[in-house]
């Protein structure tokens, strides 16, 4: 059965591992960056993830104990910028994805806005994102204009609080 839950400090080795076999396939796809870096959910450090799960809303995804996906949402006033939702190889295209954006965002009711940026190079993403109320708002390239990234935002009715 899948679960919903805030990630923990222990299950921050797996999220980033889960992250890193769900971004490969875009990571070969772009190859290296100007920088000569790999692209940021690729070279993103267990720190930073470990900083999120102690400062900002990070979800995980379970099947029964296994954990097959993750999302944070990084809050600054009234908006909410989502980072790395993830599902675990094997996991895709059953939901697992859907389940976590929409917990995130139930569980971050009192902002405006949700915030994110995803490549365009993945023919799915946009879309995925349209279907759950993401409207593009820009597209900006990068790395010499091999990399077009779609920023994506969806406006919601903030929750008042007490009510
Ligand atoms: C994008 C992602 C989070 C979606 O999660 P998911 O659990 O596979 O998605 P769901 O099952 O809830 O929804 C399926 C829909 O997502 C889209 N999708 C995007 N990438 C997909 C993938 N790799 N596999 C299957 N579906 C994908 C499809 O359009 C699919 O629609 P369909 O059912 O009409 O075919 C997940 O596939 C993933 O981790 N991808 C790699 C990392 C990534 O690109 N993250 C988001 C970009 S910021």
Redesign the pocket.
């Known amino acids: 059965m899948l679960t919903i839950e805030s990630a923990s400090l222990e299950d921050a080795p797996t999220m980033l591992d889960i992250q890193r076999r ?2 490969a ?2 990571g070969r796809r772009v190859g290296s960056l100007e920088d000569g870096q790999q692209i940021p ?1 690729l070279a993103e450090s267990l720190e930073s993830i470990i900083e999120h799960i102690q400062t900002q809303t990070a979800l995980v995804a379970r099947d029964d104990e296994r954990i097959v ?1 993750a999302v944070r949402g990084i809050v600054t006033d009234q908006a909410c910028v ?1 980072r ?4 675990d190889i094997g ?10 954006l929409q917990a995130l965002e139930r569980k971050l009711a009192q902002v405006s806005r949700f915030d ?4 365009m190079l ?1 023919e ?2 946009v ?2 994102y349209e ?1 759950h109320g993401y409207r593009l708002a820009e597209v900006t390239h990068h790395s010499q204009k091999r990399i077009p990234l779609a920023q994506m935002t969806k406006r919601v009715a903030p929750a008042i609080s007490g009510a």
């Open positions: 769900a971004f396939k875009e959910p996906g989502i790395a939702l993830v599902v996991y895709q295209g059953r939901g697992v994805g859907s389940s976590l994110l940026t995803t490549n993945m799915n993403n879309t995925f279907r």
